[in-house]
């Protein structure tokens, strides 16, 4: 299925009733849609199960129940239609180390099955955005843990997904890094591209995200741009880490 092709009025990403188990609840009939071109950012305590659940919606670990939906395409029922429009990025970037930027998009860009002519660009474009062109034929095995995150997140974006999930996307990063990847990010959603990310830098969710959701024990437990989470909290003008901690009681460094 081509992104032309998909469903203009279809959620980027509807949960419904999402669970998953590992002995006791990890996601606990999960309920949650997000628009195209939405910049969703989701918070939660340490086990909260926001990772869990992102790994559900890629394809890497099957749910117990629910549905998955992903711009009108069921990913239960069709996995490999709904990851031709779909990237996720871990928290830990994985590359091969021997291969080049230019390399690693080229390998990447052939397994999404992009043609070189649209290929090729893309990926010019990409290092010069994330100010990777002056490393782009220098292996990756000498690279920083922020120029491997870069160089993983360009590959998550080669074949233009619509959307595109990322856990913890700026560590490792220093400041005007970050600040790169966050002007790339908000440049896709302006496109049409739907973000989720996790992050325990709360400010992040703050400044980039246009609605966010709290999770704890699996559950949505708050949601809603920062004024609706103040109000659900109790606490006009409270910063989001005051909201944080009131809505789940955990400490704002345990947010990842």
């Given amino acids: 299925m081509f992104v032309a092709d998909l469903p203009d009025a279809s959620p980027a990403l509807s949960l419904r009733g999402l669970s998953k188990s590992f002995g006791k609840p990890a996601v606990d009939r999960l309920d ?67 291969l080049t930027p230019v390399e690693y ?22 290092l010069a955005t994330l100010g990777l062109a002056e490393n782009a034929r220098s292996r990756c095995e000498g690279f920083s843990r922020g120029m491997k995150q870069k160089v993983a997140l360009a590959g998550a ?53 246009d609605r966010i959701g709290i999770i704890q024990h699996g559950r949505l437990v708050a949601e809603g741009g920062l004024a609706d989470l103040q109000a659900q909290a109790g606490g006009a003008g409270a910063t989001l880490e005051e909201v944080f901690l009131a809505l789940t009681g955990a400490p704002a460094d345990r947010a990842a």
């Avoid at 390998?107 to 990409?126: I, K, N, Q, S």
């Avoid at 440049?187 to 980039?208: D, F, P, Q, S």
Wanted: glycine share 8%; aromatic share 4%.
């Fill in 157 to 209: 974006l080669i074949h233009d997904p619509k959307l595109l999930m990322l856990d913890e996307p700026l560590t490792g990063l220093d400041a005007q890094a970050a600040r790169l990847v966050k002007d790339l990010l908000r440049e896709r959603t302006r496109r049409g591209c739907a973000v989720i990310l996790t992050t325990h830098i709360l400010e992040v969710a703050e400044r980039l995200a």
């Fill in 105 to 126: 998009l080229e390998f990447v860009a052939g397994l999404w099955g992009v043609p070189p002519e649209l290929a090729e660009p893309r990926a010019d474009e990409l």
């Fill in 32 to 98: 949650l849609t997000i628009r195209a071109g939405e910049f969703y950012a989701l918070l939660g305590p340490n086990g909260a199960g926001k990772t869990t659940t992102l790994r559900m919606v890629a394809g890497l670990l099957p749910p117990d129940s629910g549905a998955i939906s992903i711009f009108g395409i069921d990913a239960l029922r069709d996995p490999i239609a709904a990851k031709r429009v779909i990237a996720w990025l871990p928290d830990e970037p994985m590359l091969y180390d021997k």
